[in-house]
């Protein structure tokens, strides 16, 4: 399943981002697939679990010539199944993809997380959809997150959505994946923004978000371990993007 870059004494113990939105067409699948590049530039071993029964996750790896990160098509019901397979082959970070109006397939996901990440472009239609999501990732007792994106880069609509999630005590991270065409142009590839465009504003951004991510789940400190001058850099790259 995975292709361990780690040493024998691997010893960091393996995290689980779940990114849930029942709503479809919101960006779980960009989001989660170039979090996992992102990740994987890190140092990290990534796998991805698939459980959209229309797996596009599963097909964007199919498009890859890089043999990682992994993704795996799997079952809701034997999640635990795959997420012990991936710690057993020294993952760092499991990614669960999931599909929208799957209520019963979000809400498992969400108790196997130690995060959740909920992706939603700032948007009317999307914020209506948002409440349902947003109880659920709450009943899961799990911290979790709400990221804007596909985000126009002109107006007030970040401003406006980020007030008014906060205001009903829902955090919002501070990284914005703006609506910029290296998120998707390159997916029929199987690449993400890093690649297609690694000096981009796509790019920065996703990695100014993996880096708030991993602090969340906390795993800088071993990242830090591993690289501290990969790190160091990225972190220097990332304020300057801000």
């Not at 919101?26 to 979090?35: A, C, D, E, F, M």
């Not at 980020?162 to 005590?169: N, Q, R, S, Y």
Request: include cysteine.
């Amino acid at each position: 399943m995975l292709k361990t870059q780690k040493p024998e004494d691997h010893a960091h113990p393996t995290k689980v981002l779940a990114i849930i939105n029942g709503k479809g067409g919101v960006g779980k699948t960009t989001t989660s697939t170039n979090l996992a590049v992102a990740a994987e530039r890190l140092g990290l071993v990534v796998a991805i679990l698939d459980l959209d029964p229309q797996p596009s996750s599963t097909l964007w790896a199919d498009h890859r010539e890089a043999s990682s990160p992994a993704v795996v098509a799997a079952q809701a019901a034997r999640l635990p199944v795959f997420i012990k397979q991936a710690r057993q082959q020294e993952a760092d970070l499991i990614i669960i993809d999931t599909p929208p109006k799957a209520e019963g397939t979000a809400s498992e996901a969400a108790a196997h997380a130690d995060v959740i990440l909920i992706p939603t472009p700032p948007k009317p239609l999307d914020l209506d959809a948002l409440p349902q999501t947003i109880q659920l990732a709450r009943a899961s007792g799990k911290p979790f997150f709400v990221v804007l994106n596909n985000a126009p880069v002109q107006g007030q609509e970040i401003a406006d959505t980020t007030a008014a999630l906060t205001k009903a005590g829902i955090e919002v991270a501070p990284v914005v994946l703006h609506s910029r065409k290296a998120f998707y142009s390159h997916m029929q590839q199987g690449q993400t923004a890093e690649e297609c465009d690694p000096g981009g504003k796509a790019a920065g951004e996703i990695r100014a978000l993996m880096l708030w991510v991993a602090e969340r789940l906390g795993m800088l400190k071993s990242i830090q371990a591993d690289n501290p001058k990969m790190l160091t850099n990225l972190q220097a790259d990332n304020r300057k993007i801000a």
